[in-house]
């Protein structure tokens, strides 16, 4: 599918996820501030919005609501303006309950959920999507494959889900086991959002991250998530100094084809 390459384009930030540390790159933001200080530098280049993961004192993944108060407030007076999503990701350490207790404590405007981790335990998971729903949560529904994909339309018929249409993520490639995402990868993954009248985004791990994100605006998705959470590399596998030196390649990139990012008002691109 080709789409005219004139409608600018929404850009995300993921810029540590919930497994990279400093030892693999000392530029990951881990505290409020390094995160804050992140955010401001990329929506400086065009991000728009915000994927935020925070981290405990050990500088492990973790879903503490007073934590992410911490860290929202400081992306809040560092860039006024950028859409913030949370993410409930369990990655091998919460359980469903605790996802529903941060949903229900912090009360998110925004919220990234993987249909996969909702899975384990369908009854928590009905709850999960009923209190998003009662407290005006917007979800982003995390997919890695078509089981996952099944597993939202078969909740989406049961009426489970809000949201029309739904919105959802497409992960390429994997963490671990250590998979790098393809660009021809992207196309099926379209006609299926298509298929199911999906509001899709897409990021990508490895050192090709940056074509499949290019891949995507090419289907037509308009949003794409970039960063360290998914990839540090440039494509001859040596690292980006840090997360704004890989979003401004990739907004070179994308200019270059044509498509441009939003920008947040009062931020200079």
């Known amino acids: 599918m080709s789409v005219s390459?004139?409608?600018?384009?929404?850009?995300?930030l993921a810029p540590n996820g919930a497994r990279l540390g400093k030892a693999a790159h000392p530029q990951v933001p881990l505290?409020?501030?390094?995160?804050?200080?992140?955010?401001?530098?990329?929506?400086?280049l065009g991000v728009g919005a915000l994927h935020l993961h925070v981290r405990d004192a050990e500088g492990g993944h973790s879903l503490d609501a007073g934590r992410y108060r911490a860290a929202m407030e400081a992306v809040a007076r560092a860039v006024p303006g950028l859409r913030v999503q949370?993410?409930?990701e369990a990655a091998g350490r919460y359980d469903v309950a605790a996802?529903?207790?941060?949903?229900?404590?912090?009360?998110?405007?925004?919220?990234s959920?993987?249909?996969?981790?909702?899975?384990?335990?369908?009854?928590?998971?009905?709850?999960?999507?009923?209190?998003?729903?009662?407290?005006?949560?917007?979800?982003?529904?995390?997919?890695?494959d078509r089981d996952d994909?099944?597993?939202?339309?078969?909740?989406?018929?049961?009426?489970?889900?809000?949201?029309?249409?739904?919105?959802?993520?497409?992960?390429?490639?994997?963490y671990d086991p250590p998979r790098a995402a393809r660009p021809?990868?992207?196309?099926?993954?379209?006609?299926?959002?298509?298929?199911?009248?999906?509001?899709?985004?897409?990021?990508?791990?490895g050192a090709r991250e940056h074509d499949c994100l290019l891949a995507a605006l090419a289907e037509g998705s308009g949003h794409v998530r970039i960063g360290f959470e998914n990839s540090y590399r440039q494509p001859d596998g040596t690292p980006y100094p840090d997360n704004a030196a890989s979003?401004?390649?990739?907004?070179?990139?994308?200019?270059?084809?044509?498509?441009?990012?939003?920008?947040?008002?009062?931020?200079?691109p």
Do not use: N
């Open 5 to 12: 390459r004139t409608a600018p384009f929404r850009l995300m």
């Open 247 to 268: 979003v401004a390649a990739f907004v070179a990139r994308a200019a270059a084809e044509g498509f441009v990012p939003e920008t947040l008002e009062g931020i200079a």
């Open 149 to 174: 994909l099944a597993l939202l339309l078969d909740w989406r018929a049961r009426g489970w889900l809000q949201g029309d249409p739904l919105e959802v993520l497409f992960v390429l490639g994997s």
């Open 31 to 44: 505290s409020p501030g390094e995160i804050a200080s992140t955010a401001r530098a990329c929506a400086a």
């Open 99 to 111: 996802q529903l207790a941060l949903l229900t404590e912090l009360k998110p405007g925004w919220a």
């Open 86 to 88: 949370v993410t409930t």
């Open 113 to 144: 959920v993987a249909a996969r981790e909702m899975g384990r335990d369908p009854a928590l998971a009905h709850r999960f999507y009923r209190q998003a729903a009662a407290q005006g949560t917007r979800l982003q529904h995390i997919l890695y």
């Open 184 to 205: 021809e990868e992207v196309a099926p993954l379209a006609a299926l959002a298509r298929a199911h009248a999906l509001a899709w985004s897409l990021c990508a791990f």
